[in-house]
């Protein structure tokens, strides 16, 4: 079992039979190899790690050793921000995602399907309208899909926390 200990910028692997630590991979956050703002994770296997960067709006892929492989950038080119850098002008909105237990990503037909985290002004009620439930990449081609908006009957209404995706997918 992996836990991501974002204070220590760490991952620690736990033996599940005996609950002992079995390794602890520690990431830099500064400096050449830097990976700053990751706040989830999903290991498709021992050589292709993926890393939500939230803030920084981007995927990575990295290897078994935490080296990034390629990235997928989140942002669309006509995308402004604001003087803080993280919220995006009113009239512009943003998929980013942040991996959770309860919101894994997965791998299917070579496309990774995350689920979408709508940056904008969450306490509007065009939130729902404008956001998608879960965003898929095109591996190969490398294009991204927004998929799944929210229901009608959710639409226009204030929703806290996360929306499981696999709610809608099942």
Known sequence: MVF????????????????????????PVNGPGALPSVYGFYIHNEDSIFLSQQYHYRVLLTNGNLEVVDQLNLIPEEIKFKNSGYLPEESHTVQSTNFSSRSLPFINNGNFIFPSLYVGYADRTDYTIKGRIYTDYDLINKEFHYRLPFPKSMQEKLWGGDVNIELWLL
């Open 4 to 27: 991501h200990v974002r204070k220590d910028h760490s991952f620690k692997i736990y033996d599940l039979q005996s609950g002992q630590l079995k390794e602890e991979i520690n990431y």
